[in-house]
Structures are given as structure tokens and as C-alpha cells.
């Protein structure tokens, strides 16, 4: 009987391990919060920054993040203009590299958006608005769909970039167009389930949320003009609320969390939360911070305070997520992006400022801090961290350091 009862342990464990394992990857982790649930790792680095265990280079040009999935590193970024996967191993050589498509080639050239994989395919979303569908073993490519075109969509002035978000069979990505606004497409083969008209506006760079509330999957995202909540399993417009700024660029996911979202844009636009419905089919305005305006740096909440940095203002911040209040700000790192773990903030400047920060509400107390001396193209790419080790892409290059 024990030896029966062990078995059943050992096969529910070993089911539920693969089960984790076959989840779609997602841009800035689990929930896209921007949280890498990691332990043990350092809480200083050497005075030259924390140890270099390989640097890969010619991966193309791109503001992409890596992904990691069966054993693998996944890379998006475009050699003369033509997207690329590359397949890396772990220690840092590319087992493969396969084109996906034409690319972004002016302002900012490069591939925006991070690969998804689902199991043994890998989906990827071109700047010129096209869904590709690879297998995730070898890049040989199953199917393609051109959303723009297909769904008359629009594109938008520095192409689009919202990282694809899998649920199921479902695939949900934001065309723009005056009907087919927001839309879920079968994952096997690219063919439509769903289309929400919502406002009607174009995309506005927004990797959507998908949140699972007790009754209700609710994706999040932004258009031109507003945030956006929708039915994720029929496609139903449930709400609206007005959100804009100079440039319609609303790059930053949405957090959730107690029933509530935070949303949040650069220009000098702020962040706002929104109190949800139990069901999800309406919002509340809790409060609304202007300087929270981060412009393509993401925010994460961290025991109840949310960090991120200013567009405007140019200084780091803490938010209290309870009331939108502000508990400090500081310009001793150079905004940029943040992720966090194991209760510590990494912040990446536009500069190259690369910085480990107490998650703290008393101050902005930077514990280490050092500068990628390379040159070249925009540090906007957000950090990644696997398995004690933290990933940062930047002009063609993906150095991994040692955090544990």
C-alpha cells in the first residue's frame, strides 16, 4: 500500500512538473510582472560588476529579450534587415539561426519582439505586423499570418512590438485596425476565433495582460487612446478608459494584483490604478500618479510598492501601490528598465548603468552598480534572469552574467 501511495506521488509530481513545463513562455516572466521567482542569489557585486560567464555577438540588431524554454536560448534580431531566430545553448552557442521575415529597417531598426514558445513551437511577431509559427527544434516555419493585411490593421510609427500571449489554443495580439482591433487566433494555424472592435484606434507598442480572475480571463492592453479590458475566452469589449500622451506610445504591461491594475505611459502621461469588478466588467479609478510616467522601462510591485523609473522627471521612484503616494525618487542610476528578485531591484539605464537596488520604500539605496562599455544601438532591451544567471541584450551581443 505505501509503495502504491509513492508511486501516485511520484507520478502527480512528475505530471504536474511537466504540466509547468509545457506553459507558454512569456515576455518579463511569469504574469509579465517582471518578477523572477530566484533565491539565493548575490546581494553585491565585485567593484567591476558582477562576473562575465560568456558573450555571444553577432545575434543582429534588435531590442528583444531571450527567452528560455526546452533547454534552450531563443533570440530574436535582423542580419541586413531580415528577422532571425537564433537557438542558443545554454552556454551561450547558437545551435541554429533561421530567418522569420522582413524586419524594421528605419528609426530604430531591428526585431521589437521577444519569441514565445508553446511546447515545441515558437511563434514570433515582425515589426511589419506578421505572425510567424516555427518549430522550435529546427526554425523550419509551419505558418505565417500578416495581421495587417489579413485583418486590416495599421501599423504604427516605429512598427509594432507587443510580444504575442498564448492561453490555451487561443494566440491574442492587437492588429489595430477599426474592426479587427484586438483579436485571438487559433495557435495551430493562425486562423481567427475571435475580434473585438473595441475603440477602434491603432496598437499602441502594449505586450497585453492576460488575468485570471475566479470568473473571468480578462485580457488588458493599450490602443491609441485607451486602456482596454476584454473577454479573453469570447472576445466581448467590457470597458474603456481614457489614456493618452504625446506620442500614443503606451509600451509598458499592465501589472495586476488585490483585484487592481496599474497602468502606466511616459510623456509625462503617469500611471493610474484601476479597481476592478470581481468579475472584471468594470473599472474604478483608485488614484493617479503623473510622475509614474515610465516610457519603456515597466514597473514591478514588490511588497505592496511598485518601482520603476520616470520619463519625464529622469529619476527612479517608489510608488505605494495602496494609495499613490510617492516615498522617494532618485537620479543615482540612469532610468531605463527593472526587474527584480529575490528582493532586490536590477536596473538597467539608457546609458548602460547597470544596478543592483534594495527593494526598499525608505530609499533608493544602490548596492552595486557598474556600465556596459559597449557602444552602439539603444540599451532598451529588458534583463532576463534563469537560473541564478542574469541575461542582457544589447547591440547584437546577449551577456550573461553571474548573479548566484
Not at 526585431?111 to 513551437?121: A, Q, Y
Request: glycine share 12%; net charge positive.
Amino acid at each position: 500500500m505505501r509503495a502504491n501511495v509513492s508511486f501516485l506521488l511520484i507520478g502527480f509530481f512528475f505530471i504536474l512538473s511537466f504540466c509547468k513545463a509545457q506553459q507558454p513562455t512569456q515576455w518579463r516572466g511569469e504574469g509579465s510582472k517582471g518578477i523572477y521567482n530566484e533565491t539565493g542569489l548575490l546581494k553585491s557585486w565585485p567593484a567591476s560588476g558582477p562576473e562575465i560567464i560568456w558573450q555571444s555577438e553577432g545575434l543582429g540588431d534588435g531590442h528583444s529579450s531571450p527567452a528560455f524554454a526546452n533547454g534552450k536560448i531563443y533570440l530574436s534580431g535582423a542580419l541586413n534587415g531580415v528577422g532571425h531566430i537564433f537557438c542558443m545553448t545554454l552556454d551561450g552557442k547558437v545551435s541554429w539561426k533561421a530567418p522569420y521575415g522582413e524586419e524594421w529597417t528605419e528609426s530604430y531598426a531591428g526585431s521589437r519582439s521577444t519569441p514565445v514558445i508553446d511546447g515545441g513551437l515558437l511563434y514570433i511577431y515582425s515589426a511589419k505586423g506578421i505572425i510567424t509559427c516555427m518549430d522550435a527544434a529546427n526554425g523550419s516555419v509551419k505558418w505565417k499570418k500578416d495581421v495587417i493585411k489579413e485583418l486590416d490593421g495599421k501599423n504604427i510609427t516605429w512598427g509594432v512590438n507587443e510580444t504575442l500571449v498564448i492561453d490555451g489554443e487561443k494566440l491574442f495580439v492587437t492588429p489595430g485596425g477599426p474592426v479587427n482591433n484586438i483579436v485571438a487566433l487559433n495557435k495551430k494555424d493562425g486562423s481567427l476565433i475571435w475580434s473585438c472592435k473595441a475603440e477602434g484606434e491603432p496598437s499602441a507598442y502594449c505586450t497585453p495582460l492576460l488575468v485570471k480572475l475566479p470568473s473571468r480571463k480578462l485580457l488588458v492592453t493599450h490602443t491609441e487612446k485607451h486602456i482596454i479590458g476584454v473577454d479573453a475566452e469570447n472576445g466581448k469589449f467590457l470597458w474603456s478608459y481614457p489614456w493618452t500622451n504625446q506620442w500614443a506610445v503606451h509600451a509598458n504591461t499592465p501589472l495586476y494584483a488585490d483585484g487592481a491594475l496599474f497602468c502606466f505611459s511616459g510623456y509625462g502621461q503617469g500611471g493610474v490604478r484601476l479597481n476592478l469588478s470581481e468579475d472584471g466588467s468594470k473599472i474604478t479609478k483608485a488614484w493617479y500618479n503623473e510622475k509614474a510616467d515610465s516610457r519603456i522601462g515597466g514597473a514591478v510591485l514588490v511588497n505592496g510598492y511598485i518601482y520603476l523609473s520616470g520619463d519625464k522627471t529622469r529619476d527612479w521612484q517608489c510608488i505605494d501601490w495602496k494609495t499613490g503616494e510617492q516615498k522617494y525618487s532618485s537620479r543615482a542610476v540612469t532610468p531605463g528598465n527593472v526587474i527584480s528578485a529575490d528582493g532586490m531591484l536590477y536596473c538597467y539605464g539608457y546609458n548602460g548603468d547597470l544596478a543592483l537596488v534594495e527593494a526598499k520604500p525608505e530609499g533608493f539605496n544602490v548596492v552595486s552598480k557598474t556600465k556596459l562599455k559597449s557602444p552602439g544601438a539603444q540599451h532598451w532591451a529588458h534583463l532576463v534572469i534563469n537560473n541564478g544567471k542574469l541575461y542582457l541584450r544589447h547591440d547584437g551581443y546577449l551577456i550573461c552574467y553571474k548573479v548566484k
